[in-house]
């Protein structure tokens, strides 16, 4: 397994779940090269989902992360089978797997993601033992979605503060019931689409608060703002839009 790197904050790791690009925004990147080649030549994260539903072989992570510059981050969601078949419980050979094939990104492992079902309840004991294994496999950043509304009562914000878990700021915020309570400096927005959700575009008064939401996080730490928007091919103009608004 390549080496991995604890994160350092500050950065504006601005981009979309996977490296599809669109035919009416091509002509915004290089013509040669690979999609993810293309893609990280002006983007500078993106968010793996596929591996929520199938694993990849450690040489695919390792061709990815040669695929992209140095300072290119990839976010990665945690397997399905650990999330929603398992359900954190007695997860050590299932993540063992999984360090062993996205371990392979290295230093370009910026993030992986723990996005958890809708019923998905907030249980003390559950989390308390799982996220220091999890820990232990992946010194980069964590980041937790949860989308029951028991993940935003004070026992689960505590328990997120204590590991350095990352609460994810979604839109739409499923099961949130009030305003975003952040758990650690960096932050993670994940940006869904609404109305539709996949489906919708953001208008531009809506990206230009993104814009300054990411700008604003910034100052605290990383700053990751990820568009799944992916159905119509929204994610990349949307995220295009925001990233030249902070001026990269």
Not at 129 to 134: E, Q, T, V
Not at 138 to 152: I, K, V
Not at 211 to 217: L, S
Not at 222 to 240: K, M, Q, Y
Request: proline fraction near 8%; charge should be neutral; glycine fraction near 8%.
């Amino acid at each position: 397994m390549s080496e991995l790197q604890s994160y350092t904050g500050g950065r504006r790791l601005v981009g979309c779940a996977g490296w599809s690009l669109p035919k009416d925004v091509a002509a915004a990147f290089p013509q040669e090269g690979s999609h993810l080649e293309r893609y990280a030549a002006v983007f500078p994260a993106v968010e793996i989902n596929s591996s929520f539903y199938r694993p990849h072989q450690p040489k695919t992570y390792a061709r990815w992360a040669a695929s992209v510059p140095d300072d290119f981050r990839f976010s990665v969601k945690l397997p399905k089978a650990i999330t929603h078949e398992a359900r954190l419980r007695e997860a050590d050979e299932l993540l063992d797997r999984f360090v062993r094939e996205a371990g392979e990104l290295g230093p370009k492992l910026g993030c992986v993601l723990v996005q958890l079902p809708p019923s998905g309840v907030f249980q003390e004991d559950v989390v308390q033992d799982f996220l220091p294994r999890l820990r232990a496999r992946f010194p980069c950043m964590l980041a937790l979605e949860g989308r029951h509304p028991s993940w935003f009562l004070d026992a689960a914000t505590a328990l997120l503060r204590e590991h350095g878990v990352v609460r994810v700021i979604a839109d739409p915020a499923a099961g949130q019931p009030g305003e975003h309570v952040p758990t650690a400096a960096a932050s993670y927005i994940r940006l869904h689409g609404a109305p539709q959700i996949y489906y919708s575009s953001y208008p531009p008064e809506t990206l230009a608060r993104i814009e300054g939401q990411v700008a604003q996080a910034s100052a605290r730490g990383d700053a990751w703002c990820i568009f799944d928007n992916t159905a119509e091919g929204h994610s990349v103009p949307n995220a295009l839009a925001v990233l030249q608004g902070l001026g990269r």
